[in-house]
């Protein structure tokens, strides 16, 4: 009666019960901010009812207060190991009663504040974390639009968060082979991927119109210059191949060595020979690759920096040796992909490490990975020019600066409906054109890649060659006409060369195809002759014509098919 009375006096809603076990009940019932609680009590006592009491408040804190006229220490302890946050001796003083209520309420309410701020936080993270995960959805959607889900290309990333410094981009080209870029982005996490976007937008953007890997990385390269801050730039690597030509080209900024793993064994380091991504002024940078001879069973693999720097449980470093080693011991270049993911396991017990980890391998194959038509019907063709002609000439030292290509397919691609034909027109611009500047303009013989030996001195020449192309040019007409459902391109290349024996060269084409010879080079010819619908020489062999027919895919029972 007397605590009643002093607490009310104080200001205080007082709820009053007679034992433990009502107690209880009635703090589940109530939820009172302060309870004070007798130690002796009938049935149950007092310090089983604040063992219960505790449980039921949760996290929420409730200052819990004997009251006793023990005067044991050890039984004053009990009390509070019972879960009590302070006692009460009887009689009661109410000056004393008053400033334990008063400091245990600012407790309670410090907590209560606390509780409320790491609730706000919580929430926060989460709605953060939802809007980061549907951002990587919008992210891997533009970042994953190429090929990597391709047979050929096998990949693995381990990122520190939802989004990754690291990204990996592979497309087929409209002509034929794959190019696939890696970059290692300064950083981690969100601030480390936004520049991915911008990379991703260009890569795909660019390849789908023709652009070859040089123009990519200069692009790529201006695009990070301007909208990075200072101190952020992207490692990266490139790798584009074509099958048809068995070539490889390779460009490395920043990252660890890349490796080609040829099926004869044979390991080639590809060392970074270039600054990254983003560091130099456009025009300081240097965008030219390295050619090597690729034949089918040949493995590329590339990796960012977190896949030599991943330590082990002692601290040690993988390191660049670590990777030679398993490359060392393979028995096949198909193995690398698993090998150096077993070896990381083996190594730290796991495929993460204090950086963000990427591997890639690319397959060297014997055929052009398939391009997906755009399927568009004559009917949902947009509109733009179906007959028209147009003279395209490229001259001096344009030639050995500027290609063509992309512009000249970008002209065709206008063509309501022809758009769908994207791979194959690309193909027969890229033949012609290359043929006229490499065989016609640069005089250079494609029997001189038959041997490791010629395939170097051939790309060596080509490079000196470029530099003396004054007074030579490469033209190109172009026509279409309308032949519904379809219709009619044509081309003609002409090059300003001492002419070429295509009698001759064909003769020797066919050899290799039957049998008695094997080479790249020359395919290219042959690869019109079957594209085409017609195909003649004219001249002393420096301009071919070539007659390209075409029709729209059908449709079929509301579905979509090549004809």
């Not at 219960?52 to 509070?80: M, N, W």
């Not at 047979?151 to 989004?163: D, L, T, W």
């Amino acid at each position: 009666m007397i605590l009643r009375a002093l607490l009310e006096k104080l200001g205080h809603r007082v709820f009053e019960v007679g034992d433990g076990a009502v107690a209880v009940a009635r703090f589940a019932e109530l939820q009172p901010d302060i309870v004070l609680l007798d130690a002796m009590m009938p049935g149950l006592d007092g310090l089983e009812a604040a063992r219960k009491i505790r449980a039921l408040a949760g996290d929420r804190l409730v200052p819990l207060v004997f009251l006793t006229a023990l005067s044991d220490p050890r039984e004053l302890a009990r009390c509070l190991e019972a879960g009590g946050d302070d006692f009460l001796i009887k009689p009661f003083n109410r000056v004393i009663l008053e400033a334990k209520l008063n400091a245990l309420n600012r407790v309670r309410l410090l907590h209560q504040a606390l509780s409320e701020r790491a609730e706000q936080e919580r929430r926060k993270n989460e709605q953060m974390l939802a809007e980061q995960r549907m951002a990587r959805l919008v992210f891997d959607n533009v970042a994953h639009a190429g090929c990597l889900s391709s047979p050929h290309i096998r990949y693995h990333a381990s990122p520190m968060s939802v989004f990754n410094g690291d990204v990996v981009f592979a497309a087929n080209r409209p002509g034929g082979g794959s190019l696939v870029f890696l970059g290692d982005f300064t950083g981690h996490g969100l601030p480390a991927a936004i520049g991915a976007m911008p990379v991703a937008e260009i890569f795909y953007g660019m390849v789908s119109h023709g652009f070859r890997a040089p123009d990519i990385l200069r692009e790529i390269n201006s695009k990070l210059r301007r909208i990075l801050p200072v101190g952020m730039f992207c490692c990266g690597a490139m790798i584009e191949t074509d099958s048809r030509q068995g070539l490889l080209r390779a460009w490395n900024g920043g990252l660890p060595d890349a490796w080609l793993l040829r099926a004869s064994g044979e390991r080639i380091a590809i060392p970074s020979r270039n600054l990254p991504l983003g560091v130099r002024e456009p025009e300081q940078f240097a965008a030219s690759m390295v050619v090597f001879q690729a034949t089918p069973g040949d493995q590329v693999v590339l990796m960012t920096d977190g896949f030599s720097e991943i330590r082990d449980p002692h601290g040690n470093m993988l390191g660049e040796s670590g990777v030679r080693g398993v490359l060392a011991g393979l028995e096949s270049p198909g193995q690398a992909f698993d090998a150096l993911l077993a070896r990381i396991k083996a190594f730290a017990g796991r495929p993460e490490s204090v950086d963000d980890l990427t591997l890639c391998a690319l397959e060297i194959t014997g055929t052009t990975p398939p391009q997906t038509p755009v399927k568009i019907s004559a009917e949902e063709a947009p509109a733009g020019p179906a007959d028209w002609q147009c003279i395209y000439e490229v001259r001096e030292k344009t030639l050995a600066e500027f290609n063509p290509l992309p512009l000249l397919l970008h002209i065709c691609m206008e063509v309501p409906g022809l758009r769908c034909r994207s791979g194959e027109v690309y193909t027969l611009l890229s033949e012609l054109y290359n043929n006229a500047l490499e065989h016609g303009v640069l005089a250079l013989s494609s029997e001189w890649k038959d041997s490791p030996r010629g395939f170097a001195f051939y790309y060596q020449e080509r490079q000196r060659r470029l530099a003396e192309t004054d007074g030579h040019f490469v033209r190109f007409s172009l026509s279409h006409e309308s032949r519904p459902p379809g219709g009619r391109l044509r081309i003609t290349c002409e090059d300003s060369g001492d002419g070429f024996d295509f009698a001759n060269h064909s003769a020797r084409v066919t050899e290799r195809s039957t049998g008695q010879a094997s080479s790249y080079a020359g395919r290219g010819l042959e690869l019109l002759r079957r594209m085409a619908t017609g195909l003649k020489v004219h001249g002393r062999g420096n301009q071919v014509e070539v007659i390209y027919d075409w029709e729209p895919p059908r449709r079929t029972e509301g579905r979509q098919t090549d004809e």
